[in-house]
């Protein structure tokens, strides 16, 4: 997980109540991503930022937001928790675009618990 | 949806042995990529595969892609303990969306 820092790494939080997981590189990577793993499901993309400022949705966005104000950081919000999205959250900083692969390093994840 | 479905979900054989892990995914690809997951981690870039090869080696990693069947093998050979995990295979679109696509992974077990 060398240069990419997940925080927190473990949230217990309740229904309706705003979080936020903060994903921070120090590779000066231009792609950024959130996932969310499930028993079942995979990875799933929620989120994806291309630069400063600059976000997309994946197949996963509905009751989350994004920001990147700076190249080293990238917020993942739940303005509402709900149950469902009780998940493992993994960032991932893409590494390999300057070859014209797309290979991604993953933190090691945020565990988030919605009661 | 899923872009990559994996075959089998789990896999569970004894150290020594060959284990491969099947891909298929639904539309045209850039590349195809292996990542695997240990219990806990986060995901760890194995190997890649663009869409003009066919055959990749990496160690003891073998990956094969047929594009006309849409779809990609993971073959591990001489298998140890250590490569028990999970692994996943992930697509590039050839649209160029800026989007990896992961399938549900295939839980493999090696039995000392």
């Known amino acids: 997980d060398a240069g990419i820092t997940q925080s927190p790494r473990h949230k217990v939080t309740e229904t309706g109540t705003p979080v936020t997981l903060r994903c921070h590189q120090t590779?000066?990577?231009?792609?950024m991503y959130w996932y969310r793993q499930d028993p079942g499901h995979g990875l799933r993309l929620i989120h994806y930022?291309?630069?400063?400022?600059?976000?997309d949705k994946g197949e996963v966005s509905d009751g989350y937001s994004v920001s990147r104000s700076k190249t080293e950081d990238f917020l993942l919000t739940l303005e509402s928790a709900t149950s469902s999205q009780t998940s493992v959250y993994f960032c991932?900083?893409?590494?390999?675009?300057?070859?014209?692969?797309?290979?991604?390093?993953f933190g090691a994840g945020s565990r988030l618990t919605v009661l | 949806s899923q872009q990559g479905e994996e075959d089998p979900q789990a896999l569970s054989i004894q150290e020594g042995e060959n284990a491969t892990m099947n891909c298929s995914y639904k539309?045209?690809?850039?590349?195809l990529q292996w990542y695997r997951q240990n219990s806990g981690r986060g995901l760890v870039h194995l190997i890649l595969?663009?869409?003009?090869?066919r055959e990749k080696h990496s160690g003891r990693l073998r990956v094969t892609l047929d594009t006309s069947k849409k779809s990609s093998s993971l073959l591990i050979t001489a298998s140890r303990a250590a490569d028990t995990a999970s692994y996943f295979c992930?697509?590039?679109?050839?649209?160029?969306?800026?989007?990896?696509?992961f399938g549900q992974g295939t839980t493999l077990q090696v039995k000392p």
């Open positions: 930022s291309y630069g400063v400022k600059d976000t």
């Open positions: 992930a697509t590039y679109g050839s649209s160029n969306t800026g989007k990896l696509i």
């Open positions: 991932a900083i893409e590494a390999g675009q300057s070859s014209g692969a797309n290979v991604l390093t």
């Open positions: 595969i663009r869409s003009n090869e």
């Open positions: 539309t045209s690809i850039n590349n």
């Open positions: 590779e000066n990577h231009r792609y």
